[in-house]
């Protein structure tokens, strides 16, 4: 697969993927945009734990501006980047932003649609879209609240707030902040925890947790009688018991 904007290293559990247009800031564009889609679909077809990062001491600085400019209605309609971050948000496994530095517009929505968010300490990270004349439309006014609470989310897209690192972390919109030399080795770490877990409980979780409010308990249900059938729940299980003696 030839890449033009991404770096993809590949292995047996995870994929880090590291936007990669440092001449743009690593601002996202149609071509990041199809990357990233391909990714993804790799990813469905074969689950595995992601990390995106950015290349040159940016995670992604927003949208491409000079392709934002030319869009009319029915590219907004079209939902470019909404349906790219809906994708990552839905992928089977976790997904972990690493975020150094500024994370604005199109790069903190991005960032929203990730499972985990770990940081530096010089992370600038809001969404500014309103003072270019449009919203944060691929996700932002709806996943901020959650993340932050509306008062929050109102003062970041409605008074163009833009957090640092100590402000992100105090409202938990990323869970840890380590220096950039170091920031990847802690996203494999996360990754490392997380994978401690059987996967297949990883991915009904995620299921579980992103639907919607009126369909628990079922779901839950649901999930957990596929996963008492298992073996790895039996061999988990057992190994547990076998510990405690």
Not at 1 to 14: K, Q, Y
Not at 147 to 157: D, S, W, Y
Request: hydrophobic letters at 50%; charged letters at 25%.
């Amino acid at each position: 697969m030839a890449r033009s904007t991404l770096l993809v290293d590949e292995s047996d559990d995870r994929w880090l993927v590291t936007l990669n247009r440092p001449e743009a800031r690593n601002a996202i564009d149609q071509a990041m945009v199809d990357e990233l889609h391909e990714v993804c679909g790799a990813l469905e077809s074969d689950p595995k734990v992601l990390i995106i990062a950015g290349a040159g001491g940016i995670f992604a600085s927003g949208a491409d501006i000079r392709q934002l400019r030319e869009r009319r209605r029915e590219d907004a309609l079209a939902g470019i980047n909404t349906k790219l971050f809906m994708r990552i948000a839905a992928l089977p496994m976790p997904v972990i932003a690493a975020i150094d530095g500024y994370a604005l517009g199109g790069g903190a929505e991005l960032a929203y649609a990730a499972d985990f968010r770990i940081a530096t300490p010089d992370l600038k990270i809001g969404n500014p879209e309103a003072g270019l004349g449009i919203i944060a439309a691929a996700g932002a006014t709806w996943r901020l609240a959650e993340l932050v609470g509306e008062p929050t989310a109102k003062e970041i897209l409605l008074a163009g707030r833009v957090l640092n690192a100590d402000e992100a972390l105090a409202l938990r919109l990323v869970t840890e902040v380590h220096p950039a030399a170091q920031l990847v080795t802690a996203a494999h770490a996360l990754a490392d925890r997380i994978l401690r877990s059987d996967p297949a409980a990883l991915q009904a979780t995620k299921r579980a947790m992103s639907a919607a409010r009126d369909a628990h308990p079922e779901i839950d249900l649901d999930e957990q009688a596929v996963l008492f059938e298992s073996e790895a729940k039996y061999k988990r299980m057992t190994a547990f018991l076998e510990r405690k003696k």
